[in-house]
């Protein structure tokens, strides 16, 4: 079955700081991943998916992912965190079994400090 | 194009009670998919429609059931209201297959 970790349940980092939220999934075959985002009262936006292809993958709002097969990783990058960046983030797996159904990580609340 | 709705945003029912939740779909989309969002479990996937047929389903009670409709609208019921129940219920979207999933903004759901 798949599953996801991540393994921060929160990060404080101050405005401008470059940012790192881990990702690892457990999938015998090559995965769908995505990183969504989650505002407060609000749902999931996609953020970025990798299918196939370049490992490192670009994605909205700065973001940017990189899919490293040894070590079943899927980290998500900011160069630049602005205020605006708090929010929920939750890597999910997908793929399974045929299923394109995601399953979700537990998330990591990111708080940003100005 | 507009996005994902989830009517009602907000709901309080007591224990017992049953529940029903809406879900329209962006124009065009097909597969319907329904997910509870709790502190304790986090997200979990209820299950998807696609095509009025239910296509996959998550580990949840027989309380817990759904339809869809011929325009792609999807309706989710809770019989017999728990406690646990209390949760933000996101409704996603996609043309199916692997294809991005849209979220609505989700029901906030409160069983007293």
């Not at chain 1, 994605?59 to 602005?82: D, T, W």
């Not at chain 1, 708090?86 to 797996?93: G, L, N, R």
């Amino acid at each position: 079955a798949q599953s996801v970790t991540q393994p921060d349940i929160h990060i404080t980092v101050s405005e401008g700081a470059s940012l790192e939220l881990r990702c690892n999934y457990s999938y015998g075959a090559t995965p769908y991943l995505f990183w969504y985002v989650q505002s407060p009262g609000q749902g999931l936006q996609l953020l970025l998916k990798y299918f196939s292809g370049d490992t490192l993958v670009q994605g909205i709002k700065g973001f940017e992912a990189e899919f490293k097969r040894s070590q079943s990783s899927f980290n998500l990058r900011k160069p630049s965190v602005h205020w605006s960046d708090a929010a929920e983030y939750f890597c999910a797996v997908a793929g399974s079994g045929g299923s394109y159904i995601p399953t979700f990580g537990r998330g990591t609340s990111l708080i940003v400090h100005p | 194009k507009a996005g994902v709705t989830q009517t009602p945003r907000y709901l309080i029912k007591t224990r017992g009670q049953q529940v029903t939740l809406s879900c329209s779909p962006i124009s065009g989309h097909r597969s319907v998919s329904w997910y509870q969002q709790t502190p304790g479990q986090g997200l979990q996937f209820l299950f998807e429609y696609f095509s009025e047929t239910q296509r996959n389903k998550g580990n949840f009670p027989g309380r817990f059931s759904g339809r869809q409709f011929s325009n792609s609208r999807s309706e989710m019921n809770v019989s017999t209201l728990e406690l646990g129940d209390s949760a933000l219920y996101l409704c996603a979207s996609s043309l199916g297959g692997a294809d991005e999933q849209f979220f609505g903004p989700g029901t906030r759901l409160t069983v007293l």
